[in-house]
């Protein structure tokens, strides 16, 4: 598996979603493949390079973040901008890991909607949309990650290296849907000012 794994929030190396993604590799390689690319879509000088990645990858996995601040516009421009790039024809398959705190579920599903419609236009295969909704209070920086969300994305690496696809029967039993920031919005974003996080994660892991 030529595996490229795509950061689309807009916080790229700094953001919570690239420690995800790196669990979600961890996940992929625990499978017995062999590596994987990273790429942060926030670098827009470099995209023409990250194009031609793509152009010679024929599996990629890119990480999306749906909130008040992030409706993944940068993800959806970058895909239209693929398109203009006329990618070597290829047997390419594109999946997506959509963590959402949008608690209107016809939005994510309309956003659902334009990545598979974007995959189409690349004349690209999609192999499945997995959303961790209902994100209530989640913020996309480091110390929002916690313990449980790492071990989720990964369970979901491991999956998708041995299924090659994120099948909905097969995340039945991950808990996708539920808030798991460990402790509440209020608290962390109290710990994570003042100071006090890193103290509060050593007595209790998140």
């Known amino acids: 598996m030529n595996l490229l794994l795509v950061n689309g929030s807009v916080k790229g190396i700094c953001s919570g979603q690239h ?4 669990a979600f590799t961890e996940g992929v390689l625990s499978n017995g493949n ?6 942060q879509l926030c670098d827009r000088a470099r995209w023409d390079a990250y194009a031609e990645l793509i152009d010679e990858s024929d599996t990629i996995v890119v990480g999306c973040v749906f909130n008040r601040k992030d409706g993944c516009e940068t993800v959806l421009e970058f895909l239209e901008y693929l398109v ?3 990618l070597t024809p290829l047997k390419r398959s594109i ?6 705190d949008v608690a209107d579920d016809a939005a994510v599903a309309q956003l659902e909607r334009k990545l598979e419609h974007s995959v189409e236009e690349l004349g690209c295969i999609c192999c499945g949309i997995a959303v961790r909704r209902h994100m209530g209070g989640w913020r996309d920086h480091p110390a929002w990650v ?3 969300s790492k071990s989720i994305y990964h369970e979901l690496g491991r999956l998708y ?3 090659g696809n994120f099948d909905h029967d097969r995340l039945h039993h991950l808990p996708l849907c539920e808030n798991g920031t460990g402790v509440s919005a209020s608290l962390r974003k109290f710990l994570l000012f003042s100071g006090l996080l890193p103290l509060y994660r050593r007595i209790w892991p998140l």
């Open 146 to 148: 916690s313990t449980a």
């Open 95 to 100: 999946a997506f890991i959509l963590l959402s």
């Open 161 to 163: 290296a041995s299924h």
């Open 34 to 39: 062999h590596g994987a690319i990273h790429i």
């Open 84 to 86: 203009t790039k006329e």
């Open 19 to 22: 420690l995800l993604l790196l």
